[in-house]
């Protein structure tokens, strides 16, 4: 298992954008699929986009065409970029493996609010 630490979120007016970074303690090769979840106030924790170890993205519906996911593996961290942020993307993002029983922990998460 590795340990997972989120950052970079923030408060942002809409139409703004995000960069969230998520570090892991150790390697993350051997994880194939990363993802980054949000919940929101009230709601259940969902998945809004991943990636594989080849590069493969896959995103909700949601944020598709205004989120980027990437990965380091060589500095174990992924990414998230957000761009044409609205407030209904407020949340507490968190990062994980999908599934996230062969990741580690749940970390803290980072607050993600976007209001004028």
């Known amino acids: 298992q590795v340990q997972l630490v989120e950052s970079g979120g923030g408060l942002v007016q809409p139409g703004g954008f995000l960069r969230l970074s998520c570090a892991a303690s150790?390697?993350?090769?051997?994880?194939?699929?990363m993802g980054w979840y949000r919940q929101a106030p009230g709601k259940q924790r969902e998945l809004v986009a991943v990636?594989?170890?080849?590069?493969?993205?896959n995103y909700a519906d949601s944020v598709k065409g205004r989120f980027t996911i990437s990965r380091d593996n060589a500095k174990n961290t992924v990414y998230l970029q957000m761009n044409s942020l609205k407030p209904e993307d407020t949340a507490v993002y968190y990062c994980?493996?999908?599934?996230?029983?062969?990741?580690?922990?749940w970390g803290q998460g980072t607050q993600v609010t976007v209001s004028s």
């Open positions: 994980n493996a999908d599934p996230p029983s062969v990741g580690g922990p």
């Open positions: 150790g390697s993350i090769v051997s994880i194939n699929a």
């Open positions: 990636i594989t170890s080849g590069g493969s993205t």
